[in-house]
């Protein structure tokens, strides 16, 4: 029994003593770690370049997402570690568009296609009411 | 053309639409999406590191020694790395013109290192170890090896994508000369 005690005190006083790999071990706070996850769903790996870091295999992929998790560890904001891989690698490692001139097209075309559409279903209703 | 000719072809018109939609969709699927990734740091002063001597009786790799005044090529490699072989002769004959290359060797490991540059040569005047690509990540390359011209200010001139080749020497040495 003395034993056991002793053993189970063992294992509580038995924290983590070498330092975690954050490539693949989640962060101890999962509010962090989803903070971690949402950022690596959205940024794109440079090797397998049609996934997201979250999934893919390459050892890069796993560099940035070691990378993400210590730098969310730190404190910083999910938007500041997308600006700065942006800046290395341009907009392209980013899964999110933002909006500027060159992507205003993306933004405003389903406005255009969707008023388009309306335009003509409307049209199309008041013909037939004639 | 007769009202009804026009409201015919109207008809057809979201049909070609959609057809023409496709066809840039499949060809968008069926093309490889493999892109060239430039580097946004050309421009920008390298990235703080230091890294620890890889080779023994060579010394490490830090940003500090590319600020020496003299310009030196950083080259990204990996002795897992095919391609890397290939331009080994290219980097030794560059050496040989007094160009000085520092080695940053990706995921690599002592002996493996000294198994690949005593088969191949050794092109490099010192060799750090970047195990978790961090200042590859950091200089926005995407894979080894490349190859970054800095300028004696430590200062990113150029990124050379993939192998250095016989035809590239020319490039380089006049990218190093205005760099100077």
Redo the contacts between chains.
Sequence with gaps: MRAALAFAAALLLAGPVVAQDHAEISLADPAREQQALDLMDTIRCVVCQGQPVSGSDAPMAGDMRRIIRERIAAGDKPDDIRAWLVSRYGDWVSFKPVVKPATLPLWLLPLAALLGGLWLVMRRLRLRKR | MKPNMRRGMILWLPLALVLSLFIVFWRGLMQP???V?????VGKPLPEFAFPAAMPGQPGVAAADFRGGEPRLLNVFASWCLPCIAEVPVLMRMKAMGVDIAGVAI?DTTPALEKFLGQHGNPYSRIGHDS???L?????S??VPETFVIDGKGTIVHQHIGVVGERDIAKLLALLGKAR
């Design positions: 999406d493999d892109h990734i430039a580097s946004q740091m995921h978790g690509s961090r590859q990540i950091a200089l926005g995407s894979g």
